[in-house]
Each structure stands twice: as C-alpha cells, then as structure tokens.
C-alpha cells in the first residue's frame, strides 16, 4: 500500500448504530487531518493531530470521536449520528515543521457516508 | 483568522478557450497548494507555491505566486474536457493546518 488509505469506502448506518472509520497513511507524515465534504459546501477541517497529540478540534460535535493511536493511524468513531452527517469523510497527511508549517497534504479516498 | 478566497465558484467555458481562477488570501504566507478533485473523488495534488513569484506549469494548467498582493493565480490555456472538474487552492499560514478555499467548479463544453 502507498500514500493514504482510507476503508471503509461507502458506509451505510442508521442514527443509532456505531462504527468506525480507518485511515493509514504510508508517507512517514507526522501529522493527520479529518475534512469533512457535504454536497455543496466548502471542506470542513474537522481535527489535526501532530504526532498522535490532538492539536486542532473545530467544534465538531461529541458523536464524532477521533483517535490517533500512532503516526500512520487516525480512526474517526462514529455514534447516533443525524441524517445531516452524510457527507464524504476525508483523511489527509503531511509533514508538519518544527515551527508548524505545513508541507505538501496527501489525501486519502475518501469514506462516503450515509446516515438513515 | 485566515480567509481564502477563489473566484469565480463557478466557470463554465468552450474548449480551446483560456480563463484564469483567482484565489486571493487575508494574511501573509508563502505556501500555496492547488488541488483537483474529480466528482466522487478525493483531492489530488496539482501544484505546490513555496515562494513569491513561483510559477509551475503542468500541460495546460500554470500557478502562480504573487505573496506581496496575497493572490495566486490557476491559468488555463485551451482547455479540453478533461480538465472539467472543481479547483481548490489552499494556503498556509502556520498552526499545522492549510486553510482551503471555497473551491472553483470548471464544465468545459465541446
């Protein structure tokens, strides 16, 4: 595997189920990042993690719970989800500078997501 | 707080013809990203702008720079179908984050 995998593809869940999204990146990146993508809205940077620490959480609400066990694996938990969360799920990597800056973010596939 | 912005959202135009999608940005920087993103698809790395007065050129498509007027510019020159798609530029600013725009939706029609 090369650059950034993301699995499940397509998931389908109802408001009360619970499930999981993966994501493994295969760059030596030291930071990952969740986007959401609604139809017809701007991405949305929902979390940042600068070496497995949490550095960025933009008011996503609590039924989005991330994880980030190491370098190459951010999970995003998902749980009583509302119909308004379907949207394409993105991961990203890069590199991120002692002084914070960013280089170059590779994007996985995508998870697309259906609340029903 | 960062703000990018890209005109036009929207860009419908013939094939052979050129047009230019402006992303202007509210604070200093010095990196800027082009991405693509085909319907369905995720982002897919274009051109990466690491100082003032960059240019890169990849086939029809050319990005540049210009960090004094926080503006970058995504050139087309007769553009063929398969460019249709949405163009997102994205800057840096420090805070371990890129800060996105809105991003530019191209139709080219034959």
């Known amino acids: 595997e090369t650059g950034v995998t993301q699995t499940p593809r397509h998931l389908v869940m109802g408001m009360t189920n619970k499930k999981s999204l993966k994501c493994e990146q295969h760059?030596?990146?030291?930071?990952m990042y969740w986007y959401k993508q609604s139809a017809k809205k701007p991405l949305e940077l929902m979390f940042v993690y600068s070496l497995e620490e949490r550095v960025e959480n933009n008011s996503v609400p609590s039924r989005f719970s991330p994880e980030c066990p190491n370098s190459s694996h951010l999970f995003l938990h998902l749980h009583t989800l509302q119909p308004e969360d379907s949207a394409l799920y993105l991961c990203?990597?890069?590199?991120?500078?002692?002084?914070?800056?960013?280089?170059?973010?590779?994007f996985g596939p995508g998870t697309r997501l259906t609340v029903t | 707080e960062l703000k990018v912005e890209q005109n036009p959202l929207f860009l419908s135009m013939q094939e052979g013809k050129n047009y230019t999608i402006y992303c202007n940005y509210s604070t200093t920087s010095d990196r800027l990203y082009w991405y693509r993103q085909d319907p369905g698809k995720s982002l897919e790395s274009l051109f990466v702008l690491l100082s003032n007065g960059a240019v890169k050129q990849e086939g029809r498509l050319m990005a540049s720079l210009d960090t004094k007027a926080r503006l970058s510019t995504l050139h087309i020159t007769a553009a063929v179908h398969d460019l249709s798609a949405t163009y997102f530029c994205a800057v840096d600013a420090s805070g371990s984050r890129l800060t996105f725009g809105e991003g530019t939706q191209l139709t080219v029609n034959p």
């Open positions: 760059l030596g990146h030291n930071a």
């Open positions: 990203a990597s890069s590199h991120l500078s002692g002084t914070r800056r960013v280089s170059e973010q590779y």
